[in-house]
């Protein structure tokens, strides 16, 4: 039998000027169940809650009503004092008499019975309220990091540095992503690889990190505190830790004219057996078997095996699948250019010295194909006019994308830039639709390339690009002037577009967590959880959330970080125990209520009997994923999950309680 | 009775499957002692494989079987099926109630059923007077899904355009308020809550129907208004975007509620807003599982 | 129905002054949200506006919750009005509990406006935190229009 204890707040005269306290008081005492009703000044103050642990335990109350303020305000109050004398915290209802009656209300009559409907209700629903323990979770104080761009790294070092064990999942032999393919990044043109590389290096050697590279994820279970994670190593042929990087093995190849390489984006060749840079992390190389003549001769040749001083090259290796369990996880994974294909006009691909912004940091770079002379891709030589087109695919939800990729306005102004600093006398012209350029000193540095570089900018689409006698001529708009220009350029610099790292949505699919319509991650609110996905336990970090430059790249790991290590502070996960539960008599396993939970916190689950032969599929709800948004009741035709703190009987004896 | 071109062809197929062991169980039509009445046959052994047969008597949805303990527990099971209730086969799938590896599908190529209470009289002839209204408005005379297909002899059903299938739906909708809800206060209150319109329906599977829960009764058992109504009411709002238009539930109704005026219109209500049609796709997520951002909101202030 | 009777008098004990229920002082029912609306309500509380007294608030975590069932429910536990209202599409705090309520809304809506229920008595509305306003708006003028509708209200969920 309950025993329900009602308390009426006056909140001075806040509530009782408009309600008339002692009635709802009076009211309350008639209802079956309730063996205490009072009505006091001020029901939030020290010798309010008192009194209201007094009579928790003189009358050994089941449950409290307090007819006060809105929950929002002081429902943790009084839960906490309830607690204090051995209440379940969730015993505590609120009706909300101030917020929802005597402020909005003047009729203190009708208000008067308002309040008496809304605390009538809540007796009614805390008649019905059953004990909820909030969940713990143990926590498995280990964090896996996909990708090693620079948001994926920082990621990695920062949790490192904390303390915590990080595994970091890179799936191309080296880690470093695009930005260790750039030459100088703006605003301050310092060397992307000077800042990069020792980033890189103490990745390597930092003790908390374990690194696998050229390895991909191959499946993610479990939940916050103890996800399981497949990942599979693929063969790289080489035996890591006995291999140098030495470099005999690349120069011993025979496949030096072939094979594109990808990290010049095809500007250059590599051998079937390579590292993708010198500067590689870790400094082994791959061997492609999908080129290497051992493979595709029948093991005739094995140069790079003869070459080897330790002996490291192992043609047998297999991939390896490594699990691991982690606590936590960051999802790093950058992004990718856009084809260009659908802008024929613009020649990419047909003219070889039509390239990508990516292309010219590579020609831009000392470390590239062309050791830092900017040369043409088709015949080498230096050129003297450049035509930078920004906004290729971006900004264009007819063929291309409606986003902004954020990046573009700043490197075709860094790119501007540095031509005109390599190549003397030389001009370049910037197509743009408008300059977007918002961080600390990204107008200045714009500018400087238009004032002091000399760059002309044209406001304008280009509408063709053609060649003519070695030449190539670019047909535009200049909106400004209204006149429409045509400019015999040496080569054009497209600033494409930037999509998600291609095979992200598959991962997303994979680790349970959201991505938009572009296959961008998305975060579990816009503005206040910005580093969170929409799982608990998955941050986001870097491009894979959509376009950003370095700087915000790196904020962005580093959020993710202390996010982790934040969690991993605690000894235990604590969830809220307001979550959802199954009826397994009644679940027909249909699984409505896991296609609407947005948390993924329903799997399957098997009753079997005792032979261990399956008999039943039922939902199951992981206390670790469920918020208790009660989305998958509403969906659950058969009503047979419920959701703890709103539960159906609780709604059915609300509206009762309300029958005129 | 002589066997037809189609059921030779059926029985062969069947008896094939049940001898290779790809299947345990099949469900088909038989002839009953009424030859205008088609009657549902559980076969498991090869030689019964000649009870096997099918025409424009076969009115029965046997989907309606596979929710079934007694015949889950066979596993691998065959079943005939006619285009519209092989869509009821693929939202069962679509809704994890079955697994497309553990059924062989026979699909009959079928120009339509005749009303069984025409039949009865002696009816004989597929005619755009004498099928059912789903019939008319079937687009999928052959089904969509299949691992074998038999051909019918039937001819072409020839569609005048004079009969409206279902245009009760559209008088209904002309209605007022008050005249929507007299008609339908009359329907519901010949209602007898005897459940026989779930019983039929093949995705009516739950263990436990909502009507039989209690703490809380959402829905009152008694049989009279509003209890009626609010039982007519949740069948169809469970069934919205998930009916595939068989009319078993109207077939089965004793007391003659028409149950398919309110399904058509909710399956074309559906379609309508969200472009989803029950059925067509085992691999199609069900209407309410998903969502678009660009729902239609115009309803909300 | 004894339930209803039972409740009847209960409602009768002493508190006279309650609304009556009947069509001029209609009784109305509003499922919300607890992020949004909820909060919203509260801040309409916070700066004192003024409201129509007949609507009592009934919290749910999400839209995504408020069941359809609830709705039939409260018509026939005599409301006159029923309002179903959340977060803005794309605010919902468990990111989609809305979009797929509001899928099922758009469905039980037109079924039950075939069955006969006059649609003016069902009201839907995504209010923010931030829109007291709005809720003193659509409180009072869906208040009105119930006030307004003819007094005879016998529909699927009338008991006769
Ligand atoms: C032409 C150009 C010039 C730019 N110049 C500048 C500049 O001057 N200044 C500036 O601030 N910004 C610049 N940027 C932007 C900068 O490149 C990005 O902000 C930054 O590289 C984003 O880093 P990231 O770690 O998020 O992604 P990425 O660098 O893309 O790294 C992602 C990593 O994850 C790996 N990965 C992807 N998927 C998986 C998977 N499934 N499993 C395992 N690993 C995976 C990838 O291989 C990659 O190594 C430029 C961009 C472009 C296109
Ligand atoms: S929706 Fe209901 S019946 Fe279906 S799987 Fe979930 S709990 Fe079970
Ligand atoms: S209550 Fe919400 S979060 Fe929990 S299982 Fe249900 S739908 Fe998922
Ligand atoms: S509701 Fe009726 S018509 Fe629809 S699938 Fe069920 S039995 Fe067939
Ligand atoms: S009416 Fe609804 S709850 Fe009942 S069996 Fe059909 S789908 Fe299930
Ligand atoms: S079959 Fe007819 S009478 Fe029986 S419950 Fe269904 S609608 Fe009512
Ligand atoms: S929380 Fe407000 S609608 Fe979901």
């Known amino acids: ?342 802008y024929g006009e613009y020649g990419y691909g047909k003219y070889k010295d039509v390239v990508s912004g990516l292309q010219f940091e590579r020609l831009l770079s000392a470390s590239g194909p062309t050791e830092g002379v900017i040369k043409r891709p088709s015949d080498g030589k230096t050129p003297q006019t450049i035509v930078f087109v920004q906004c290729v695919g971006s900004r264009d939800p007819e063929k291309g994308v409606p986003y902004c990729s954020k990046v573009c306005c700043m490197y075709t102004a860094k790119h501007a830039k540095l031509f005109a600093h390599k190549v003397h006398g030389s001009q370049s012209y910037v197509f743009y639709i408008d300059i977007r350029a918002t961080s600390k000193g990204y107008e200045e540095f714009v500018r400087g390339t238009m004032e002091q570089d000399g760059a002309v900018y044209l406001r304008g689409r280009v509408s063709k690009i053609y060649e003519d006698n070695g030449k190539l001529i670019v047909k535009g708009a200049d909106t400004l002037s209204g006149n429409q220009v045509e400019i015999a350029a040496d080569m054009v610099v497209l600033a494409t577009g930037v999509i998600p790292k291609k095979g992200s949505d598959k991962l997303a699919q994979m680790l349970g967590i959201s991505y938009d319509k572009y296959g961008f991650l998305t975060e579990s609110h816009p503005k206040l959880r910005p580093a969170e996905s929409s799982t608990a336990g998955i941050f986001l970090a870097g491009m894979a959330q959509g376009p950003r430059d370095i700087p915000e790249s790196v904020v962005s790991g580093s959020a993710a970080a202390s996010k982790i290590l934040g969690l991993f502070s605690k000894s235990e996960y604590e969830v809220e125990g307001t979550i959802s539960s199954v009826n397994e008599a009644t679940c027909v396993a249909c699984f409505y209520c896991q296609r609407v939970c947005a948390y993924n916190a329903i799997s399957r689950k098997e009753i079997k009997d005792r032979n261990g032969n399956v008999v039943k599929v039922v939902a199951n709800v992981n206390p670790g994923l469920c918020t208790g948004c009660g989305a998958c009741v509403n969906a659950c035709f058969s009503k047979s999950i419920d959701v703890k703190g709103f539960m159906d009987d609780q709604i059915y004896a609300e509206i009762k309680s309300l029958a005129v | 009775m002589a066997n037809t071109k189609t059921d030779e062809k059926l029985q062969k197929i069947a008896k094939d499957l049940l001898e290779s062991g790809e299947v345990n169980l099949i469900i088909g039509y038989t002839k009953g002692s009424n030859p205008q009445r088609m009657r549902p046959v559980f076969i498991t052994k090869p030689e019964e494989a000649e009870k096997l047969s099918f025409s424009h008597n076969a009115v029965q949805d046997l989907a309606v079987f596979l929710k079934k303990q007694e015949v889950k527990k066979f596993g691998k099971i065959g079943i005939t099926v006619k285009g519209c209730d092989e869509k009821a086969v693929n939202a069962l799938i679509q ?207 | 129905m004894e339930d209803m009777k039972v409740e009847k008098n209960e409602q009768k004990d002493g508190t006279a002054a309650a609304n009556t229920g009947s069509q001029s002082d209609p009784r109305l029912i509003a499922f919300v949200c607890n992020w949004c609306t909820y909060n919203g309500a509260d801040l309409a509380g916070t700066s004192r506006m003024k409201y129509s007294d007949n609507v009592r608030v009934i919290k749910l975590p999400c839209t995504g919750r408020i069941d359809p069932l609830f709705i039939v429910e409260a018509f026939k536990k005599g409301a006159k009005g029923v309002l179903v209202s959340g977060c803005h599409p794309g605010d919902c705090h468990y990111t989609s509990g809305n979009y797929h309520s509001r899928r099922k809304y758009a469905t039980f809506r037109d079924l039950l406006g075939y069955l006969g229920v006059d649609l003016n008595r069902v009201e839907f509305s995504w209010i923010s935190a931030s829109e007291g306003n709005k809720w003193v708006a659509v409180i009072n003028e869906f208040t009105d229009k119930i006030k307004s509708l003819p007094d005879k209200t016998t529909d699927i969920f009338t008991k006769k």
């Open chain 1, 1 to 342: 039998m309950s025993r329900i204890g009602v308390f009426v707040c006056w909140c001075g005269s806040n509530i009782a000027s408009t309600v008339d306290v002692e009635k709802v008081r009076e009211e309350a005492a008639k209802i079956p169940g309730v063996v205490s009703a009072v009505d006091y000044k001020y029901m939030c103050s020290d010798p309010g809650q008192n009194s209201l642990r007094n009579v928790i335990k003189e009358k050994n109350l089941t449950g409290v009503v307090l007819a006060a303020c809105s929950p929002h305000m002081h429902e943790n109050t009084f839960r906490k004092a309830a607690v204090k004398e051995g209440l379940n915290p969730y015993f505590v209802e609120i009706a909300n008499i101030r917020e929802q009656v005597s402020w909005v209300h003047e009729d203190k009559e009708r208000a008067t019975a308002k309040a008496v409907d809304l605390m009538k209700m809540m007796v009614e629903k805390v008649k019905r309220d059953k004990p909820i323990e909030d969940v713990r979770v143990p926590l498995n104080k280990k964090a896996l990091v996909i990708g090693g761009g620079i948001s994926g790294i920082q990621a990695a070092l920062d949790i490192a540095n904390g303390g915590v064990e990080v595994i970091l999942v890179e799936k191309e032999p080296s880690i470093g992503g695009r930005m260790i393919q750039l030459d100088e990044t703006f605003p301050t043109l310092d060397c992307s690889s000077c800042i990069m590389t020792p980033k890189m290096v103490e990745v390597n050697q930092h003790p908390n990190i374990k690194l696998y590279t050229y390895s991909e994820i191959e499946d993610v279970s479990g939940y916050i505190g103890n996800f399981k994670v497949k990942i599979k190593k693929k063969a790289r042929s080489v035996v890591e830790k006995d291999c140098t990087g030495c470099g005999e093995c690349w120069n011993a190849c025979p496949m030096h004219k072939n094979v594109k390489s990808e990290f010049n984006i095809n500007l250059s060749e590599r051998t079937a057996i390579y590292v993708p840079f010198p500067q590689a992390v870790p400094l082994v190389p791959v061997l492609d078997r999908s080129v290497c003549l051992h493979f595709k001769k029948g093991g005739k040749c094995q140069k790079c095996f003869d070459a080897c001083g330790p002996k490291c090259i192992d043609f047998s290796m297999q991939d390896e699948i490594i699990e691991e369990t982690v606590g936590a996880i960051v999802a790093a994974t950058g992004y990718d250019l856009m084809e260009t294909s659908m």
């Open chain 2, 95 to 301: 809704e994890y109630q079955l697994s497309r590896d553990n059924i062989k599908i026979i699909g009959m190529q079928c120009n339509g059923v005749i009303k069984q209470n025409l039949a009865d009289k002696g009816e004989t002839k597929v005619s755009e007077t004498t099928v059912y209204d789903k019939c008319l408005i079937c687009q999928e005379h052959t089904p969509v899904l299949y691992d074998f297909l038999v051909e019918t002899e039937e001819p072409e059903l020839s569609l005048s355009g004079n009969v409206k299938p279902y245009a009760e739906i559209e008088k209904l909708d002309a209605l007022s308020t008050e005249e929507k809800n007299a008609y339908w206060a009359k329907e519901f209150d010949k209602c007898i809550k005897c459940y026989a319109c779930r019983q039929a329906c093949p995705l009516c599977f739950c263990s436990r129907c909502i009507v039989e829960k209690n703490m809380p009764q959402w829905i009152d058992t008694n049989s009279e208004e509003p209890g009626n109504a609010q039982w007519n009411l949740i069948r169809a709002y469970h069934l919205s975007g998930r009916c595939i238009g068989c009319g078993e539930c109207e077939r089965a109704c004793p007391v003659n509620i028409p149950l398919m005026l309110i399904n058509e219109k909710m399956a074309r209500d559906v379609y309508n807003l969200f472009g989803y049609k029950s059925g067509l796709d085992i691999n199609a997520k069900p209407v309410f599982g998903v969502f678009s951002e660009s729902d239609f909101n115009d309803f909300i202030k």
